[in-house]
């Protein structure tokens, strides 16, 4: 199976990014999909999480308002949608599985058992 995160790049503050991850080889409806950032010298940060099959969501405090979490169970796809970016939002983001239905924890990268390679975004002037 693989798990696959697009969509980085270089963003001035205050605009929009969209970063997609998708997921193949497993019956995509039985996880949840939890979206994590790494800045350099810092520890992997939970951002969002998503369980496409019945509509859960969470989000951190630092990006809840700006960004927002869409499922696409058709394309096996849950997209990250980051609008009124800033500079601290500047990091390697990733996106991981995980079974379970009720989200508990979900901003802990131990609870996840399968990671996707990351896409840098970057937001300067």
């Known amino acids: 199976f693989q798990l696959q995160a697009s969509g980085g790049g270089l963003v001035q503050p205050g605009g929009s990014l969209r970063l997609s991850c998708a997921g193949s080889g497993f019956t995509f409806d039985d996880y949840a999909i939890g979206w994590?950032?790494?800045?350099?010298?810092?520890?992997?940060?939970?951002?969002?999480?998503?369980?496409?099959?019945?509509?859960?969501?969470?989000?951190?405090?630092?990006?809840?308002?700006r960004f927002a979490l869409f499922g696409d169970s058709a394309k096996d796809t849950v997209d990250l949608q980051m609008n009124n970016l800033k500079p601290?939002?500047?990091?390697?983001?990733?996106?991981?599985?995980?079974?379970?239905?009720?989200?508990?924890?979900?901003?802990?990268?131990?609870?996840?058992?399968s990671w996707g390679r990351g896409t840098q975004v970057t937001v300067s002037s």
């Not at 979900?106 to 058992?113: A, G, I, K, V």
């Open 88 to 113: 601290e939002d500047t990091a390697v983001y990733y996106c991981a599985r995980r079974l379970g239905s009720r989200g508990s924890s979900w901003y802990l990268p131990l609870t996840y058992d």
């Open 36 to 65: 994590f950032r790494q800045a350099p010298g810092q520890e992997r940060e939970g951002v969002g999480y998503l369980k496409s099959s019945t509509g859960l969501t969470f989000y951190s405090a630092a990006v809840k308002g």
